[in-house]
Nanobody
């Protein structure tokens, strides 16, 4: 199947930057959509950013202009560059992959990473 492993979370001061990475592994031929979600305590999980294999990104309104999603299709890796971080960005960030073409021409759907904590505080 497919495993997603995130890295890059941590504690940063307001106005600072972090870069999250997520590498997908398994019998992967290609991944249609990769993205980042986040969940803060007491809140629902929300979509932060998504990007298709063709490179079309979509962002949560509150992160537009501050966050940039990108991917390396050859490495099955997605990145989230976060700048001008605010305390309200504090959450567990989860990597997501959907519509994954697997070897043997099977399709897999809805894969999640284990999450990485991002804390923005002075």
């Amino acid at each position: 199947q497919v495993q997603l492993v995130e890295s890059g979370g941590g504690l940063v001061q307001p106005g600072g930057s972090l870069r999250l990475s997520c590498a997908a592994s398994g019998s992967i031929v290609s991944i249609n959509t990769m993205g980042w979600y986040r969940q803060a305590p007491g809140r629902l999980r929300e979509t932060v950013a998504q990007i298709t294999s063709g490179g079309s990104p979509v962002y949560l309104d509150s992160v537009k202009g501050r966050f940039t999603i990108s991917r390396d299709n050859a490495k099955n890796t997605v990145y989230l560059q976060m700048s001008s971080l605010k305390p309200e960005d504090t959450a567990v960030y989860y990597c997501h992959a959907d519509r994954v073409l697997l070897s043997g021409s099977f399709w897999g759907y809805d894969y999640w990473g284990q999450g990485t904590q991002v804390s923005v505080s002075s």
